[in-house]
């Protein structure tokens, strides 16, 4: 089974209440974003990073790399929070699509999933992973 739609995990919404997710620039926790072939299922139930249906690949290490953080900020009633974009330079590899998790704390726990749609493809150049505007309507992590 394939990608089925983008997803705020639902424990994560949990585990923000709980204070374990600090999204903080700087001073936060570390975030990674790990690609995945069109045989993962991930979904709103998902719960933490895994290997099972990661890709592989030229310029891919497992476990994905390292985000940058935006520091959350609010518009009107809504706050909201990103990650800078990502790139693979000189990668030759296939990917449906990504998990984000926290990469410091236990159990790597995660936070969105990503479904790029179609498989996305590179060959010895840039596999890139390009953000929504950070905004409080298009950012990926928003709370109304």
């Known amino acids: 089974m394939a990608f089925s739609g983008n ?18 620039n700087g001073s936060g926790n570390s975030f990674k974003m790990a690609l995945y072939t069109n045989s993962a299922s991930f979904n709103a139930a998902t719960t933490a990073y895994t290997t099972s249906n990661e890709v592989t690949g030229t310029g891919y290490v497992a476990g994905g790399n390292a985000l940058t953080n935006v520091t959350p900020t609010k518009s ?18 296939t990917a449906r699509g990504a998990l984000i998790y926290n990469d410091t704390a236990a159990g790597d726990p995660t936070l969105l999933v990503l479904d790029f749609g179609s498989d996305k493809s590179s060959s010895a150049g840039d596999f890139s992973v390009v953000m929504p505007t950070y905004n409080a309507t298009s950012a990926l992590i928003r709370i109304a």
């Not at 809504?78 to 693979?88: C, I, K, L, Q, S």
Request: proline share 3%; charged share 15%; glycine share 8%.
């Open 7 to 24: 997803f705020m995990c639902t424990s994560f919404k949990q585990e923000l209440l709980q204070g374990v997710h600090n999204l903080t």
């Open 76 to 93: 009107g009633t809504t706050a909201f929070a990103e990650f800078g974009d990502r790139n693979w330079p000189t990668s030759t590899i």
